[in-house]
């Protein structure tokens, strides 16, 4: 079993949908997980962390962490083309190195 | 404040020959990482340095070696290429070890191996 599993999609909404991306994970010592954005031919960018359970807000972006089901969310409010890309979620094993799911290739069509 | 750079940005190497990638890290930034991302997957952790000495590794094989200059700047060495190791290769910079500091990419190198 991998440690952070994703769906690799592609998934494609209309634009202004809301984005649902979600991530499952195996090891349950980890505390600190974090949303990437990974456009074509670049780095990843963060986008959100999160310490723990619970949520986070910013902007149109929601990072929620569910420890008991070892689960963790993205939501995108409003999506937009831009939004285009692929969304990957990642855990920190405190030493600030990451383990990466495989990635969720979003698609928001005009 | 820079950006991480990475150098070159497409490489083309053979079998069993030996790479050398380059990193300049974000300003003020003492920690880097590197990571290979295959086509399709996401990056994969392969070793971190701290102050030019190596803090981590993920479980990649010893042909693939690190340095950390004084200057913060890094160098991924692969030896003994194999075509497996085509991949985009990102090094990620950031200011110490604690969990939950932001990692900064670069654009990545991509590697082709024929």
């Known amino acids: 079993q991998k440690e952070v599993e994703q769906d690799p999609g592609p998934l494609s909404v209309p634009e202004g949908a809301i984005v649902s991306l979600n991530c499952t994970y195996s090891?349950?010592?980890?505390?600190?997980f974090m949303w990437y954005r990974q456009y074509s031919r670049k780095g990843p960018e963060l986008l959100m962390y999160?310490?723990?359970?619970g949520n986070k807000e910013d902007g149109r972006f929601t990072a929620q962490v569910d420890k008991s089901s070892k689960y963790i969310s993205l939501f995108i409010r409003d999506s937009q083309p831009s939004d285009s890309a692929t969304y990957l979620c990642?855990?920190?094993?405190?030493?600030?190195?990451?383990?990466f799911g495989g990635g969720t290739r979003l698609m928001v069509k005009p | 404040e820079t950006g991480v750079t990475q150098s070159p940005t497409h490489l083309i190497k053979t079998r069993g020959q030996q790479v050398t990638l380059r990193c300049s890290s974000q300003?003020?930034?003492?920690?880097v990482s590197w990571y290979q991302q295959a086509l399709g997957q996401g990056p994969q952790f392969i070793f971190q340095?701290?102050?030019?000495?190596?803090?981590g590794r993920g479980n990649f094989p010893p042909r693939f070696s690190g340095l950390q200059f004084p200057n913060y700047s890094s160098e991924l060495n692969v030896n003994a290429l194999e075509l497996d190791d085509s991949a985009l290769y990102l090094c990620?910079?950031?200011?110490?070890?604690?969990?939950?500091?932001?990692?900064?990419f670069g654009p990545g190198t991509r590697l082709t191996v024929l």
């Open positions: 990620a910079s950031s200011l110490g070890t604690r969990g939950g500091n932001e990692q900064f």
């Open positions: 090891n349950s010592a980890f505390q600190y």
């Open positions: 999160t310490y723990s359970s």
């Open positions: 990642a855990r920190d094993n405190a030493g600030n190195m990451l383990t």
């Open positions: 300003s003020g930034h003492n920690t």
């Open positions: 340095y701290y102050r030019e000495e190596e803090n």
